[in-house]
């Protein structure tokens, strides 16, 4: 020790202190680096490029909303928005926001029961996109529909707020299911891609991408 070879004497809690200071700092890991990865559109196809590997996969509309989806990352897009981008404006010309909204006229118990078994079809629904159970998927949209027409009609919702409705739990389950589809094919081209977007894609009445933790990833979409 230095202080040996100094002949210098301490009492025991300044010579701990003494070789704490002495220890090799330790120094903290750096985080892993920001990978970059790349999508771009060619024609009917995309490019999808990470880590210096690139594959190809077919222009489809799931490939579409993949993209609006990463090149805003953490931005909230309501599945309207994104079949509006995608595939033009629609017809129905509600605001996003109150589409699914059972109206002010609704009592606290109504609203409530309303909401329920919306949410109970939409939640088997979903169980049935991530299980690619798609038929399932698409005969319990058709009891979402059912449900929707017969509260309508029984609430004196107008015609107009019933096609609202009605447009946008279409959408969540046609662009959910695209969504999925895409990922997938991606996934089996280019596994490290379709699994960073796999786990970061949220999907539902409103859809977003924020890579998922441990993530180190920054997309750059080249529509």
Known sequence: MLLADLDVVLDPESRALVDDLLQPAIRPTPDRALETATLTRDGRWWEVALGGTSTRVPDTKGMRYVAELVARPGVERH????????????????????????????????RAAYRHEIERLRSEIDDALAADLFETAEGLQQDLESLVGQLAGAFGLGGRDRRAASAAEKARLNVTRAIRTA?????????????????????????????????????????
């Open 79 to 110: 599945v309207l928005d994104l079949v509006d981008r995608v595939e033009g404006v629609s017809d129905v010309g509600l605001d996003r926001r109150h589409l699914g909204d059972a109206g002010p006229a609704l009592d606290g118990r109504a």
């Open 183 to 223: 990922v997938r094919t991606l996934r089996a081209a280019l596994p490290a891609a379709g699994a960073i977007l796999d786990r970061g894609i949220h999907t539902g009445r409103f859809c977003v991408y924020q890579a998922a933790e441990g993530d180190q990833i920054r997309w750059i979409v080249h529509p």
